[in-house]
């Protein structure tokens, strides 16, 4: 009888639930550990409950003698003998540095596994991964990432030599858990798998470890399980117990950390991608998340409509067969309530695995149903919901064919899933082992040949408006493993289309066209998963073009290791040092001297782009070459400049956390801004002049600003005392105060929903909320208006403080129903208009999905308003979005420094 891993109960759970507490005493005594790993017979999983056990216990009894021998052989320890108390039980969780602890313990105690650090996190902690194969295969580790590196750029091989290093390489296979913190069962889980292929003596689990090396990340954001798990025990046994923090569960990005897999600029996503596309090279890389508790049990692949355009289709053959094997073992082990082909689509490559689709590489995402953290739930049959993409109602399809009809749900039963598809995905890489290393260089290998060999992206530096920031796109390229070449002479950036990852090259430099899939006829269409737009030379603002280059230019160039940045420096000596105000690090430049105690100053003259200006300093060199810019000497200051001081920015932080905030945090700590976070007690407190001069309401509604709830009415669980409410009208008072005394509010996007109402009393309303002049957020639904993140056309007005230095036209990242319109104000108000849309609306969609577009035309993009010496700026469409929109930046930074004047 062939053994199988089909399931594995802590004994002492499992004879809980029968009495037979005997049995626990005997299994601790033979075996020295508090549980015991139980291997049943896939055969016997089909039987009912008593004749299971029956069959249990004959098996355990039996295999005592074995398994104590093999215990006191490899002293491996259990996740649950290390750690003293049972990982999976109710209640009960390890932290990151348990795990690491145990992970640390098992790599020392067992041959098949190895730790690799793979850097620092935002918060400091050791972010690793386990190596896990056999003792020969982690022996000539260097040997099988070669033959990896070599499949994933197979020019000059034959297919001889490609069939060849199919039949000798080992299939690398990534698992990453747990990236976002409360879906926390995969953590957990991976200290029991992992011990499971330490420790297996069956012969296909050896098998299959001896096929593949096995790359397991515990957490892809240490940190925020900290703080979870932190979170979860602090409030254990209370009423709170298993609800949602008031923070973010990454210091900057929350849940937003599986939306940075393109851009890169989180520490924890280099880590892994440095070690992904730059030394691994994995074939096959499986995703392991958590989703609603209301819905199905787990999503595996196919995924669902629609499909990326440029993607090889041999991805989703390889996603599907492994998602074929995990059903099958799912069902075989009775497991209900598996679907497919539901919510999660093929067309966005933002996401961990996602990004890789483009770079040849399989990669699948798994959702379980979560409880509460390590809470279980109950969920009565009256409450299991469809909805969404492939699973209109909670019935059974060939998709779904078997619901789960309800019942108790627990941390147990979300990592037995995960152990289950895990397994499934292992033996999947091990049996297609040489079919999917080969067709990693297939893929590789029609990218560059389906490619025009001439043509290439093409990076001029030269009539860049932000050369630094065109140099960080080609680092960006070059960080994913692409393939960057320069020439010198006519100093140029040439990315080839022909090239392993050219589909990658072409996604991200080129547009998005939202393909518009109806399930139906006569239904709506399927709605992107996250945005539609990821153009980064349209985002970034970067000057880029895909063209025919002759072979003497492609010959001529060298293929870069490093970019070259912009040398930064002083051109010669003089009293004062000015630059153009239309590169983002000149910002830098400006907050680092007025940090450092020089004096700056801001030029600005009607029509001309604004000049900062810096009296000579001891530190001014430096920072001209850390920051890459080139100051040119003046002998005196222009009659309009205006010396500036340094500005004192408060950024609003909600309790229901706000994305928006943390990437506005980021990003203004990277370019050195004067930054505090203020929350609901100090806002209310009022006097905010005394401590600021502007104040930021990051992308966020009304409700969370002004009520600390999400949506109107209904249900919300409350958050601990010290974390309820908002701001209230006293803070909307005291913003208004701020205002009238000199301050600056900025508001983002629809944080614009407080400016409407009485406190503000300005002429400006939401052209796309329903519900009167001044009413609140907009009403607009998806039917008649859908831009889900997209590139749209805005021209700007380049005279105003906050548009100075920009471009006339941008491309505006807009994935909100707003659109200002404003009226002529009383005389004590002045309105400006920054921004605005086309008058014709063909014209406004440049990259990804715009359905009611013509609803945009002629309406303001953003504006601006001064009473007194106070200002509102209000941003309709995202400036700084997922620190992604570099082209824009520059708006919110002036928009800081016309507070600060
Ligand atoms: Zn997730």
């Given amino acids: 009888m062939g053994l199988e891993i089909v399931a594995r109960k802590s004994l002492s759970g499992f004879l809980d639930l029968t009495g037979h507490k005997w049995l626990l005493q005997l299994a601790k005594t033979a075996c020295r550990v508090h549980t015991v790993t139980l291997f049943l017979p896939k055969e016997l999983m089909m039987l009912k409950r008593r004749t299971l056990l029956t069959g249990v216990l004959i098996l355990v009894l039996s295999s005592f003698g074995q398994a104590q021998q093999k215990e006191k052989s490899s002293a491996v320890p259990t996740p649950s003998a290390f750690l003293g108390f049972e990982v999976g039980a109710d209640r009960k969780l390890a932290d990151y540095r348990q795990i690491t602890s145990y992970f640390k313990a098992l790599a020392a105690a067992s041959n098949r596994v190895e730790i690799q650090v793979l850097g620092k996190t935002t918060l400091g902690e050791d972010m690793f991964m386990a190596v896990i194969s056999t003792p020969e295969n982690l022996a000539n580790k260097a040997k099988y990432k070669e033959i990896a590196r070599k499949l994933a750029d197979p020019r000059g091989l034959s297919s001889q030599q490609i069939d060849a290093l199919a039949r000798d390489g080992k299939t690398i296979f990534l698992l990453t858990c747990n990236i976002h913190s409360t879906e926390i069962g995969s953590s957990q889980m991976s200290m029991e798998w992992a011990y499971n292929l330490a420790t297996s003596q069956d012969p296909e689990i050896l098998r299959r470890l001896n096929d593949s090396i096995v790359l397991l990340v515990p957490s892809l954001n240490p940190d925020g399980e900290i703080m979870v798990t932190e979170w979860y025990r602090k409030y254990l046994g209370t009423k709170y117990e298993g609800g949602e923090m008031p923070y973010l569960y990454h210091h900057y990005v929350g849940h937003d950390d599986n939306r940075d897999w393109f851009m890169l600029t989180q520490i924890e996503t280099k880590n892994v991608n440095r070690m992904v596309y730059h030394e691994w090279f994995p074939q096959f890389w499986l995703d392991e998340h958590q989703m609603g508790e209301n819905g199905p049990r787990i999503y595996i692949p196919p995924n669902a409509d629609p499909v990326a355009k440029l993607v090889n289709p041999l991805v989703h053959r390889g996603n599907n067969l492994m ?85 108790t749900w627990r941390l147990r039963d979300i990592m037995d899933y995960e152990l289950l598809v895990s397994g499934a995905a292992l033996e999947t890489v091990s049996k297609y082992r040489q079919e999917l290393l080969r067709g990693v260089a297939t893929m590789a290998t029609q990218a560059v040949q389906t490619a025009d060999p001439n043509v290439y992206w093409r990076i001029p530096m030269d009539g860049q408006r932000d050369p630094v920031t065109a140099t960080r796109l080609a680092a960006l390229l070059l960080e994913h493993g692409v393939e960057v070449r320069w020439h010198a002479d006519k100093r140029l950036f040439l990315i080839p289309a022909a090239q392993p990852y050219g589909r990658f090259v072409d996604e991200m430099m080129g547009i998005q066209r939202y393909p518009e899939v109806r399930p139906a006829a006569n239904s709506g269409i399927l709605e992107p998963y996250d945005v539609a737009a990821w153009s980064l030379p349209l985002m970034m603002g970067v000057k880029a073009e895909r063209v025919s280059i002759t072979p003497d230019v492609q010959n001529s160039s060298l293929q870069l290791q490093n970019v070259t940045w912009p040398v930064g420096g002083l051109a010669s000596t003089g009293k004062y040092y000015s630059i153009a105000a239309h590169q983002n690090n000149v910002f830098a430049l400006a907050n680092a001297m007025q940090a450092a105690g020089g004096q700056v100053y801001l030029a600005q003259k009607t029509n001309e782009t604004p000049e900062f200006i810096f009296a000579a300093n001891p530190q001014l060199a430096a920072n001209a070459e850390k920051f890459h810019l080139q100051l040119q000497p003046r002998a005196d200051l222009p009659q309009e400049a205006t010396q500036l001081k340094q500005i004192r920015v408060a950024l609003y932080k909600p309790y229901i956390p706000s994305h928006d905030e943390g990437w506005t945090r980021f990003l203004l700590e990277q370019y050195g801004f004067k930054l505090k976070n203020i929350e609901n007690k100090e806002v209310k407190a009022g006097n905010l002049n005394n401590s600021y001069d502007v104040i930021i309401l990051p992308d966020t509604t009304r409700e969370v600003i002004v009520d600390g709830k999400e949506g109107r009415g209904g249900f919300f669980e409350e958050f601990p005392p010290e974390y309820a409410g908002g701001i209230g009208k006293d803070g909307l008072h005291a913003l208004r105060d701020f205002v009238d005394k000199g301050g600056t509010l900025i508001t983002l996007a629809n944080a614009s929903d407080v400016i409407y109402g009485e406190e503000f009393n300005l002429p400006v309303r939401n052209a796309l909320a329903s519900g009167g002049a001044t009413a609140g957020r907009a009403a607009t639904t998806t039917s008649d208006f859908n831009i889900p993140g997209s590139l749209l056309r805005v021209y700007v007005d380049t005279n105003h403080p906050v548009g100075a230095g920009m471009p006339h036209e941008i491309a505006a990242f807009v994935d909100s129903p707003i659109a200002f319109q404003t009226s002529a104000p009383p005389p004590d108000i002045q309105r400006s208009v920054i921004a605005w849309y086309p008058d014709d609306a063909k014209d406004i969609l440049v990259s990804g999905y715009a359905h009611g577009a013509e609803r945009l035309q002629r309406k303001a993009a953003a504006v601006a308003f001064t009473r007194g010496k106070g200002k509102i700026v209000m941003f309709g469409f995202r400036v700084q979005h997922r620190a992604q929109t570099e082209g824009t930046f520059q708006l919110l930074f002036n928009a800081i420094y016309w507070g600060g004047m």
């Fill in 323 to 407: 998602g074929a094997a995990m059903g099958w073992r799912l069902e075989e082990a009775g497991k209900s309530g598996v679907i497919f082909g539901y919510s999660f689509d093929a067309y966005w490559p933002g996401g961990t695995r996602n990004t890789g689709w483009w770079k040849n590489m399989y990669g699948v995402l798994t959702e379980v149903a979560s409880a509460r953290i390590a809470t279980p739930i109950e969920i009565e049959s009256t409450e299991l919901q469809g909805g969404g993409k492939g699973l209109t109602t909670y019935e059974q399809q060939i998709n779904f064919p078997n619901p789960w009809p309800g019942g």
